[in-house]
Structure formats: C-alpha cells, structure tokens
C-alpha cells in the first residue's frame, strides 16, 4: 500500500518567515495530492490540490505546493507566513486506481506574532 | 444545507463491547471513508466504500466492520477485538466518481473512549 511521509513534525517560525513543508509518497502509479489545513478546534479543510496540468498549483490563503514527479513529492509553501497560520497541515494521496486517500502524519506549525 | 453527520459526538464504553458509530451524508457522494485521527500519527485510513454494497480494507481496519447498505450511510462497528479503540474517529465523503477527481468533505467526528 502507498505511504505518504511529512518530513516536519513540528515547524516554529516567526511572522513574516517563508515555510515549505515536505511531503513525499511512496507511490509510483497515478495520483492525486492535497494538502488540507486543520485550524485549532476545526475540520480539516481543503488547501490546494493537484490532478494533473502545471505542477505547480495554487491555493487559499497564498499557499501553493508544487508536485515534482521525479522526487514523488509535493511540498507545501508560503512566502510569508501570518500567526493566523499556526495549524496542523496533512498532506493526502489519492491513488487514482484504488480510489483511496491517505494521509500523511501531520506537521503542527506555530507561527509566533 | 448539505453535509456529513457524525453521532454521537463523544462516546463512552466498557472494554469488551462493540460500538457502532454512525455516518451520514446528504451530498449524494459515492466514496465514503473513515479514518482514525491519533495525536502525532495523523489520519489513517480504515475502510473506504466506493459504491453502495462494496468496501475496502485501509491501513487498520483489523477489530473494525463496516457496512454500505444505503448510498448515505456508513457505520463503523469497533468490536472489542480492537485493541487500542480509544480515538478520535473521523468520516469523510467525496463527490460523484469518487475521490479522485473532488476532495474529501469531512464529518465533525466522534471521540470515543473505552475503559
């Protein structure tokens, strides 16, 4: 079964700093990738998402990820990152023959004002 | 409005009994998942539904059951073979064809706690 590894458990950085968050999947065939964002107490909710076209995508909020298919990999970054970002961030696969979605471990990040 | 419904919200049980929690969507979605959500492991996959009447194992589906008879609903049973069952569960649908070609629409989630 495919894996999906996020390399940071736990990322601190400072208002205004640049972020890349990894993700790699250990799966070879099609895919999809998402990135979701969960903020303290909420749902987890859609970030940006990749199917196919240019790989690099964009998404709410100035997030954008781009997908190297060499590398099996499809980080997640922002330019300048804001307080309000402090949250946990998933990276999920989506294997297009299976119809599943997996999910990574999460990596929390605390923006500090 | 359209969404997924998840009850009960918490849930207490005695070690050695089956809980059946509950999942329902009126967004007229084929795929239907549920995950466990654990502190520092994110969400693994449990079992998946593409279709009424069909289900797929995940990562961890041993000491769970599910079942697929109508299109909305998609209860997970914990059955006391589950031997870590104390978590935060979580359901998700997807849209027509299923998930890959929309994203997942998520459930609030029910936290269940055995002793």
């Known amino acids: 079964a495919q894996s999906v590894s996020q390399h940071n458990h736990h990322v601190i950085l400072s208002e205004a700093a640049s972020l890349e968050l990894g993700c790699n999947y250990s799966?070879?065939?099609?895919?999809?990738l998402f990135w979701y964002v969960q903020y303290p107490g909420q749902h987890l909710q859609l970030l940006l998402k990749?199917?196919?076209?240019?790989?690099l995508v964009k998404g709410i909020k100035g997030f954008e990820a781009e997908f190297i298919k060499s590398k099996f990999s499809f980080n997640l970054r922002k330019p300048s990152v804001q307080w309000s970002d402090t949250a946990e961030y998933f990276c999920?696969?989506?294997?297009?023959?299976?119809?599943?979605?997996?999910f990574g471990a999460g990596t929390r990040l605390t923006v500090k004002p | 409005d359209g969404g997924i419904t998840q009850s009960p919200k918490y849930l207490f049980r005695k070690e050695g009994q089956n809980v059946t929690l509950s999942c329902e969507q009126n967004?007229?979605?084929?795929?239907m998942y549920w995950y466990r959500q654990d502190p520092g492991q994110g969400l693994r996959l449990i079992y998946y539904?593409?279709?009424?009447?069909?289900?797929q194992k995940g990562d961890i589906a041993e000491g769970y059951s599910v079942s697929r008879e109508k299109k909305e609903s998609f209860p997970l049973t914990v059955t006391s073979a589950q031997k870590n069952p104390t978590a935060f569960y979580l359901c998700?649908?997807?849209?027509?064809?299923?998930?890959?070609?929309?994203?997942?629409?998520f459930g609030n989630g029910t936290r269940l706690t055995v002793t």
């Open positions: 998700a649908s997807s849209g027509r064809g299923g998930s890959y070609n929309s994203p997942l629409h």
């Open positions: 799966y070879g065939g099609t895919v999809n």
């Open positions: 990749y199917f196919s076209g240019d790989p």
């Open positions: 999920a696969v989506n294997h297009r023959a299976d119809n599943d979605m997996r």
């Open positions: 967004l007229n979605h084929d795929a």
């Open positions: 539904s593409q279709i009424v009447n069909d289900f």
